[in-house]
């Protein structure tokens, strides 16, 4: 029997919406703030303004979801250079997550295009700006990418607890296989066995931002820089 996930609308502290799943009991996005967390726990620690500034970005978005964090990345990206390039490819395995983004209006400047994006059309280009989903288990669909190919990673599954399956080692394999050498990864948790599988599938950590919880996330690379 499928279970049909039950997603209920909710508030966050900054004032931004976001989703609970009341089937994983788990909400979409930090409660102290979605569109915040969007910012400073993903395109601020992974440098995205500074890497729009060489005219080129690609950015890996796991566990997609409302695709907050990327179109938050695309928007800094084209404030600091309105000709960069930028690719985005976005990993997510629920398509009524997707349908969502119709419902809601974060206050983050790029993401009225992403109301293009639905279960049924799962990519669009504007301009120097491409946008596309896998649709799919991301430990499945990742395999599909290239390696060395992404500049940033911006990783954020449902809780170690709640999804312990999307932080093993071996996706961590995967995420050292396609981040560039100079990319960075960044996550929300900063939970000690998540930073053991990312030292054990070879990536670097520190901590990341604290932002409106008790612990930093964590950022992570393949090699000191
Ligand atoms: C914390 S939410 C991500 C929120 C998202 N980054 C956003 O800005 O809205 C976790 C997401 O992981 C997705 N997910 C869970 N397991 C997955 C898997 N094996 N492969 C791909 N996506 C998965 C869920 O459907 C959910 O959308």
């Known amino acids: 029997m499928n279970i049909i996930p039950k997603l209920k609308k909710i508030i966050t502290a900054d004032n931004t919406e976001t989703f609970l799943n009341e089937t994983v009991g788990e909400s979409y996005h930090s409660q102290t703030g979605a569109v915040e967390e ?12 500074e890497k729009a500034k060489t005219g080129k970005v690609k950015i890996l978005d796991v566990c997609f979801g409302l695709g907050y964090n990327s179109a938050m990345a695309i928007s800094e990206a084209l404030a600091e250079n309105p000709h960069c390039e930028i690719e985005v490819v976005g990993l997510e ?12 209006n974060p206050p983050i400047p ?4 992403y109301k293009k994006l639905t279960p049924e059309t799962l990519r669009f280009q504007k301009e120097k700006v491409q946008v596309k989903v896998l649709l799919g288990d991301a430990r499945e669909t990742v395999k599909d990418l290239s390696e060395d190919a992404f500049d940033a990673i911006f990783f954020d599954p449902f ?8 932080w ?18 960044a996550t ?28 930093p996330g964590t950022i992570a690379t393949k090699w000191v820089f």
């Open 38 to 49: 969007a910012l400073k726990k993903y395109a601020i620690p992974c440098r995205i303004r």
């Open 93 to 104: 395995f629920d398509p009524e997550i997707i349908t969502k983004i119709q419902e809601i």
């Open 110 to 113: 790029f993401y009225g295009d």
């Open 159 to 166: 809780s170690p607890k709640t999804a312990p399956e999307m």
């Open 168 to 185: 093993r080692e071996e996706f961590f394999r995967e995420m050292f296989r396609v981040l560039k050498r100079d990319g960075i990864l």
């Open 188 to 215: 929300y948790s900063c939970a000690r066995i998540v930073r053991e599988n990312m030292s054990k599938a070879g990536l670097l950590y520190d901590d990341g931002p604290i932002v409106g919880r008790r612990g």
